[in-house]
């Protein structure tokens, strides 16, 4: 079944991506499903993100986490071409190749909140649409705070 237009409205609605929210400071990517991370009794937060064969997009292209830290990405690659995820991590970023019917996992480290962009970076694939995100929830760390009086929020 083919989610449309008003089912994705509702849907970024009910996760609260729908406008400037406390993950983000506008509207998230126009393309592509959600999904929720979950995290193991270790603290590890994982999640799962499939390339549909033939569609060119992330499944999910938005992936939600309830808080910054240690991530562990399993990426599948169902398509017919290869493609690779230039991931963004705390540091020097990962890279995972993928070749046709293949999968890979990186383990990843994002400690602040907001949205961290990926995307296919073989041929022209950015350009075409894969692309997606990571939205990490949660406070920014006390280390990271300015020092300057409270500011108010949307």
């Not at 995290?39 to 033939?54: K, L, N, S």
């Not at 997009?57 to 398509?79: A, K, Y």
């Not at 493609?83 to 480290?109: E, F, Q, Y």
Request: a negative charge; glycine letters at 14%.
């Amino acid at each position: 079944m083919t989610a449309t237009a008003d089912d994705r409205q509702a849907e970024l609605t009910a996760a609260g991506l729908d406008g400037q929210n406390r993950h983000t400071l506008g509207r998230m990517l126009g393309t592509g499903s959600i999904g929720y991370a979950e995290e193991g009794d270790d603290g590890v937060m994982r999640a799962t993100v499939t390339i549909p064969e033939d569609q060119l997009m992330f499944d999910p292209g938005i992936l939600i986490f309830p808080h910054g830290g240690e991530i562990e990405l399993t990426l599948i690659n169902d398509d017919k071409n290869t493609h690779c995820a230039l991931l963004p991590n705390n540091g020097d970023p990962k890279i995972i190749w993928m070749v046709n019917h293949s999968k890979g996992t990186a383990r990843l480290n994002l400690d602040g909140p907001g949205a961290y962009y990926y995307g296919s970076t073989t041929g022209n694939d950015e350009g075409r649409g894969l692309t997606a995100v990571l939205v990490m929830g949660g406070e920014v760390p006390d280390s990271a705070k300015l020092d300057r009086p409270p500011q108010p929020r949307p």
